[in-house]
């Protein structure tokens, strides 16, 4: 894979930022954030989990940003320069896209055309809004969603073990193939679910 050093570095980064935690009497740990880490982004354990997913994200984009240079894009507007996905279609009475009113993908390898999505919060709700960013975009033939297990009171899981278990996940991550788009699942914690 020619994007796995830059998945190696992202899995690395997250070794600082996480640490297991049990919850719910020990049969569930969730990626919990260290010490130390919100230290760094100058957060600590009380406050907004946006704050964190955001600052953390924003660590990571300027890491990868300044470690791969022109070969990354970071915040890639969705369908940037685009092209059809599927040529001889006819279009009629075709509209611009104003890309700056569109979402955009976390990271984006452009050389290798490998959108990186960061999911540290709703991992379950980002998966649909990410699949359809990636399938709208000619560049991303493959797409990473990133994500740890966090714990919410009264849910028996959440994050990535919720994704990664759901049949409905499964079902989409087979129908995005017929759109030329392979998505793979990444915890940032593999510990957790050890």
Not at 106 to 124: K, M, P, R, Y
């Amino acid at each position: 894979m020619p994007e796995q050093d830059i998945i190696e570095d992202i899995l690395a980064f997250f070794e600082n930022v996480f640490v297991p935690k049990s919850v719910d009497g020990g049969r569930y740990k969730c990626a919990a954030y260290r010490e130390e880490w919100l230290k760094n982004i100058d957060l600590n354990e009380n406050s907004a989990d946006e704050a964190k997913s955001y600052r953390t994200t924003k660590k990571l984009q300027e890491f990868l940003s300044a470690k791969y240079g022109a070969r990354i894009k970071i915040e890639a507007k969705v369908a940037e320069n685009m092209t059809l996905r599927f040529k001889g279609i006819d279009v009629q009475n075709e509209e611009a896209v104003e890309t700056e009113k569109l979402q955009a993908f976390d990271i984006l390898d452009v050389q290798n055309g490998v959108a990186i999505e960061i999911s540290l919060a709703d991992a379950f709700a980002e998966f649909f809004k990410d699949v359809l960013k990636a399938i709208l975009d000619s560049r991303v033939k493959k797409l990473y969603i990133c994500m740890r297990n966090h714990h919410y009171r009264g849910a028996k899981n959440s994050g990535y073990v919720k994704v990664a278990t759901s049949p409905m996940v499964r079902q989409y991550i087979h129908l995005a193939r017929l759109y030329k788009l392979d998505i793979v699942l990444l915890d940032l914690c593999p510990s957790c679910n050890e």
